[in-house]
């Protein structure tokens, strides 16, 4: 164990858990609201495809990610429409816009490029941030990552000062605990919550982005592969506060890098499937340890419509 | 009287709430809507992909045949997928439950080589049906010791039972021979339900899914249990108040529908394959969720959906041979499925919810009027009052 191995493996475990801890940010938001965030993988999904296809057609990284964004986010839209507006059933329409996106971009990248597969694109460069990436173990592990890394840095505090210190954010808290209770005092629950679930699109959108274009650098069949659910199970392990997913999807990321290192190994008696079991075992036994202590917010999946 | 009032009531339904009284159906039919309008990128007319798709389904006997196969283990999964909805409880495990079912099926060919013929297929779809119970049973558990929502531990069971099948036919199980795909060895030949080549190859596990789903209809609609269990889907307050325990039906309707998922998947084994494959009959799981919410959560109306998805996938498959497009635009279709039956589903609510309110403020309306008439000027807080609940 030399220090080089553990910053190796602390490095890569941030560039691995970045795409847990935005969906996990995302199903913050959307989940304290009162709006089950079942669609995050299809977000993902649609995310990772559309940046992938315009970093692809311009060339260009910065409208891939913004591009990826907008799509998740007008998927995110008409998922608000049918779910908070209209009332129907959270869940499934969630689980069934995971099963559209699926559908949409595994057709559309065989009707792009056939059977040879998506291209590969070139790599977003990690930026090694002047002072600080001199600092020694923290330095190489934090500050010699790629921009939409440090991206995320800043939005895990801005996400956790937008939902507990701004009017927004105890309007939002107010809707996802009591949603009647908040319609006396006039606020629009409606749109509060149809503008989280939003928010959680971008959020989902931006990690579908990071995983296709900083780590896979193409994009393949299904790639979120299960990502969506970590990271809501990150949101509730962080007891639906960004700091605390954040952790989380650290560890998720962690158990991710732990099972890629174990496989390399590849002279271990255990099967390579049961290791790549790790991450949903941690979760399950995440989900056993914090128990009764994380209450979800009261009115989550309920229907209200202005009397 | 009552009569003439309840006939009065039915001719002023309009037309969209009659409509919307059928929202599977539309749902299905938007569903392949949209999914003719996509093949459009393939440059294929939306009449050419329902010709090919009907042609696909039922265009020859082996066509049946295979549409048939396919919707046995949706039927079941439908099935018992409708008792856990309709008891309120959220399983979303189907896929784990019916590879837990499989490796169930594998473990009692290949542990028990010499059980005899009339024992041996009874066997396979018990030791199933306890596997399918214990394996959603740890999602009940998590559930009744710590308040977990079913929804989000039957999700990670399913990546678990997806890799311990995978596990367990790369490793203990794997076959003696050399294969080129992970699989065990072939199982005894009295293990395998009996099939008719001249007919599509179709196989008698059919007979079990329509077993199951007279069985599961009869319990749900014509019993006191399945009364009870529908109730506190309804309304688990109204359960509790009339002295039933909806923790205990909880528990009941979960480890039901999970044991039913994994029966389906050991049908699918020793029906459609000689030995236990990874990933058998991956899709299947969330196919018969569909196929459950298609069917209304009825186990009758379970039958015609869990055809029609059969049709779909080897309509598709065939379709994918004849004209290259993708067969994963299904997936489209069945998420499109989902969205518009919940979607028409909730709009019936919103209509009626509106109606609802506008005799309730006709009804306030006529209050106040009254109040007036009655108190002339009346006290003006009661006024007020109205008035402040005629705005709203």
């Not at chain 1, 080089?4 to 989940?31: H, K, N, Q, W």
């Not at chain 2, 969209?16 to 749902?27: C, R, T």
């Amino acid at each position: 164990m030399s220090v080089d191995f553990v910053v190796e493996f602390l490095s890569s475990t941030i560039r691995i858990a970045v795409p847990i801890i935005l969906i996990a940010l995302g199903v913050c938001y959307s989940e304290k609201a009162g709006v089950h965030a079942m669609g995050a993988e299809g977000y993902m999904l649609i995310g990772a495809f559309v940046s992938v296809v315009m970093t692809i057609a311009t060339g260009s990284h910065f409208l891939g990610v913004v591009f990826g964004i907008l799509a998740a986010a007008l998927s995110s839209a008409v998922f608000s429409a049918f779910a908070v507006y209209l009332g129907a059933n959270q869940v499934i329409c969630g689980l069934g816009l995971n099963f559209i996106m699926l559908g949409l971009t595994s057709a559309l990248q065989r009707l792009f490029w056939g059977t040879t597969g998506v291209p590969r694109i070139e790599a977003m460069n990690p930026i090694e941030i002047p002072v600080l990436s001199d600092i020694p173990l923290i330095g190489p592990m934090l500050f010699d990552q790629p921009i939409l890394t440090y991206i995320t840095y800043l939005l895990i505090p801005v996400a956790w000062w937008i939902m507990f210190k701004s009017t927004w954010g105890l309007q939002l808290r107010a809707v996802g605990e009591n949603p009647s209770c908040a319609d006396t005092l006039g606020i629009n629950v409606a749109r509060t919550r149809s503008i989280s679930a939003i928010v959680c699109g971008v959020f989902c959108g931006m990690g579908g982005a990071v995983l296709a274009l900083q780590q896979v650098q193409s994009f393949t069949e299904n790639i979120s592969n299960g990502r969506g659910w970590l990271g809501l199970i990150a949101a509730t392990f962080g007891g639906w506060n960004p700091v605390g997913a954040a952790g989380a999807g650290l560890v998720f990321g962690a158990s991710e890098v732990l099972q890629l290192r174990l496989q390399m190994l590849g002279n271990i008696q255990i099967s390579s499937y049961v290791i790549l079991m790790l991450p949903y075992l941690v979760a399950l036994v995440f989900i056993l340890l914090i128990g009764k202590g994380r209450r979800h917010p009261a009115a989550m999946g309920k229907y209200y419509r202005k009397q | 009287m009552i009569k003439k009032e309840r006939m009065v009531k039915k001719e002023k339904k309009s037309f969209l709430m009659v409509l919307l009284d059928f929202s599977p159906i539309i749902g299905a039919v938007l569903g392949l809507l949209i999914g003719s309008l996509f093949v459009m990128l393939w440059g294929v007319s939306p009449v050419t992909f329902f010709k090919e798709l009907f042609k696909g389904a039922f265009g020859s006997t082996l066509a049946i045949g295979s549409t048939l196969n396919r919707a046995t283990p949706l039927l079941i999964i439908g099935a018992g997928t409708a008792i856990a909805f309709r008891a309120g409880a959220n399983n979303i495990g189907q896929e784990g439950q019916l590879f837990v079912g499989g490796i169930a099926a594998g473990a009692v060919a290949l542990l028990m080589p010499s059980l005899p013929k009339g024992l041996s297929v009874p066997m396979i779809l018990v030791v199933a049906m306890l596997f399918g119970m214990v394996f959603s049973g740890i999602a009940v558990l998590f559930r009744v010791l710590k308040g977990v929502n079913e929804l989000l531990t039957t999700l990670l069971l399913n990546y678990v039972g997806t890799l311990l099948l995978s596990a367990l036919v790369n490793g203990p199980m794997a076959s003696s021979e050399i294969v080129s795909y992970p699989q065990t060895d072939t199982f005894g030949s009295q293990f395998l339900l009996k099939y008719w080549p001249n007919f599509g190859y179709l196989h008698s596990g059919i007979f079990i899914a329509l077993a199951i789903i007279l069985l599961t209809g009869y319990y749900l609609w014509l019993t006191p249990g399945g009364m009870r269990l529908r109730m506190t889907g309804l309304s688990p307050l109204a359960a509790r108040t009339s002295g039933n325990n909806p923790t205990k039906i909880f528990v009941w309707s979960m480890l039901i529908s999970g044991g039913l998922c994994a029966v389906a998947g050991a049908v699918e084994v020793i029906g459609c394959n000689d030995c236990l494959r990874q990933e058998f009959g991956s899709n299947l799981g969330f196919d018969g969720l569909a196929v459950a919410l298609l069917g209304n959560t009825n186990p009758f109306g379970v039958l015609p959906a869990g055809v029609f998805f059969g049709a779909l996938r080897t309509g598709m498959q065939a379709m994918q041979r004849s004209t290259g497009i993708p067969s994963v635009i299904l997936d489209l279709i069945k998420g499109s499925i989902m969205v518009f039956i919940m979607g028409g589903a909730a709009l019936k609510l919103y209509i009626e919810s509106n109606a609802k309110k506008k005799v309730a403020k006709a009804g306030e309306k006529a209050h106040t009027e009254a109040v007036e008439a009655s108190a002339g000027t009346g006290s003006p807080e009661l006024q007020e009052a109205s008035q402040g609940g005629e705005e709203k």
